[in-house]
């Protein structure tokens, strides 16, 4: 059988690497080349498609990493067997449907998937992160490479980056030691090391229901026990949080002041107060977890700032005004343990990414982050309101309409159970994310997160309304 050629069309938008890559699925997908066939060398298909053989060897690279084919040395390259067969990025339906739970949303959570509608997900979609910083950011640092993003780095941190972002919190109330703020690999890593500082196997720490579902099955690999304090329309039930506070001593309270996950709601001032209040009374910690605090309005009280970090330890991190990938977070705490700390997060990963630091340093000292902030926020404003309107007349309630930030928390007026339209969801190729998985006990509730952010697409809304009709 003869086999078919490779053609690169050099005036195609799409770039050579993908187009050579493309052909190579394709043809492996419809059979034309079955396991074993060898594929034209380097040189031979550079020189058939008159291109670079550095663009040949990236393209094949690049099907060996994707599991299509297999380098032999000194033979050259050859088509595997595929027992998955490669799908251009398509995830198989019959992946997503079979259950709906915490392990499932923890899978799907970060997946990048254009076919699928991300309609519960819990990040921004590439238009609204800074490419153009990190575009300018890698430029720069190409011309005038930063002296610490080489090597281990410091264990506290990129220092220039710890700098800027003490100013950050200054400009929001927020005085911090120096020598008590910490970069981490994300907020993720600052949370895992503030919990480990403060708590030990068999200690309650107290979460929020609904709250963010990838810290539960942390608390519980640490051995924690986890109680639940409810969340309301301006923050959490304090009744709930003062009688489990009383009777259950726990070590540490983790909440969202700002822009919760997943309501989509922020603390009023007034229980801003009364939680700093019930701590210093129950004698427990404090860790706000303000990862949306970027795309929230300044003015929004933050715990840190009442408390200036006598018993509170500060969270954030660049992942949701940057780019995830960059993984930069820090923490800000109390200079009595902040030594611990450091000691903790040297023992698990010695520094964090000095390099994606050197990137988030110079973009912040550019001077445009912040104009990037308002026009991330004007464009999550417009979302809002189009999801908002959207959903309504879907036949959902809005649980409350926030004023920042990609989140919104509703249920079907019919009051439908999510769950079983979840599943029929992902067998049209869209994510919801039903409310238990956000509960630290998984109970049953009506509500669903949905992201503002990411619901563009009309056959979300005529799959929600149908659903309503066929109720």
């Excluded at 153009?132 to 080489?150: C, K, V």
């Excluded at 329309?233 to 997943?262: S, V, W, Y």
């Excluded at 977070?329 to 050197?358: D, H, Q, V, Y």
């Excluded at 969801?425 to 503002?452: C, K, V, Y």
Aim: proline share 7%; glycine share 6%.
């Amino acid at each position: 059988m003869i086999q078919p050629l490779i053609q690169t069309d050099p005036h195609s938008p799409t770039p050579l690497v993908t187009q050579i890559v493309q052909q190579v699925k394709a043809f492996v997908r419809n059979h034309d080349w079955t396991p074993g066939t060898r594929l034209p060398s380097i040189r031979h298909l550079a020189r058939q498609c008159s291109i670079s053989p550095l663009t040949v060897s990236n393209a094949y690279n690049r099907l060996v990493a994707d599991g299509v084919l297999e380098a032999r040395r000194a033979s050259g390259f050859f088509v595997l067997s595929q027992e998955h067969p490669p799908t251009d990025g398509l995830v198989a339906l019959a992946d997503i449907t079979p259950s709906i739970d915490s392990s499932w949303m923890l899978q799907r959570a970060y997946e990048n998937n254009a076919s699928i509608i991300q309609a519960g997900c819990g990040w921004l979609p590439d238009s609204y992160l800074f490419r153009e910083g990190i575009r300018h950011a890698l430029t720069a640092l190409g011309r005038r490479p930063d002296p610490e993003m080489s090597g281990y780095g410091n264990p506290y941190g990129h220092t220039g980056l710890r700098e800027l972002i003490r100013l950050l919190l200054l400009r929001q109330g927020i005085r911090c030691d120096l020598s008590a703020l910490i970069l981490t690999h994300g907020a993720s890593q600052a949370l895992e090391l503030s919990i480990r500082c403060l708590t030990q196997p068999g200690d309650t720490v107290l979460v929020e229901d609904p709250g963010y579902c990838n810290l539960f099955p942390a608390l519980e690999a640490l051995g924690l026990r986890t109680l639940g304090i409810p969340r309301l329309h301006d923050g959490p039930c304090l009744a709930t949080l003062e009688r489990i506070a009383r009777t259950e001593q726990p070590k540490a309270f983790i909440l969202n002041t700002r822009l919760h996950n997943p309501t989509g709601t922020s603390c009023s001032p007034s229980v801003t107060h009364h939680v700093l209040s019930l701590a210093e009374r129950h004698d427990f910690m404090i860790i706000e977890d303000d990862i949306f605090g970027g795309l929230a309005d300044e003015n929004t009280p933050t715990l840190a700032h009442l408390d200036q970090l006598h018993r509170v330890i500060f969270i954030s991190s660049f992942s949701k005004t940057i780019s995830p990938g960059l993984r930069v977070g820090f923490l800000a705490c109390p200079p009595t343990i902040s030594a611990r700390i450091l000691r903790l997060k040297m023992a698990s990963s010695l520094t964090s990414s000095s390099m994606n630091e050197a990137i988030v340093h110079t973009i912040l000292a550019d001077g445009r982050y912040r104009l990037h902030l308002e026009k991330l926020r004007e464009k999550l404003t417009n979302a809002r309101k189009a999801a908002i309107s959207s959903l309504e007349t879907a036949g959902l309630e809005i649980f409350s309409y926030p004023d920042g930030g990609m989140f919104l928390w509703a249920r079907f007026r019919t009051g439908l159970d999510p769950v079983p339209v979840a599943r029929k969801a992902a067998e049209q190729a869209i994510m919801l994310a039903p409310g238990f998985l956000f509960s630290p006990d998984q109970n049953h509730t009506p509500w669903l997160r949905f992201n503002a952010s990411q619901m563009h697409a009309p056959q979300l809304f005529h799959f929600l309304k149908r659903h309503c009709i066929i109720r």
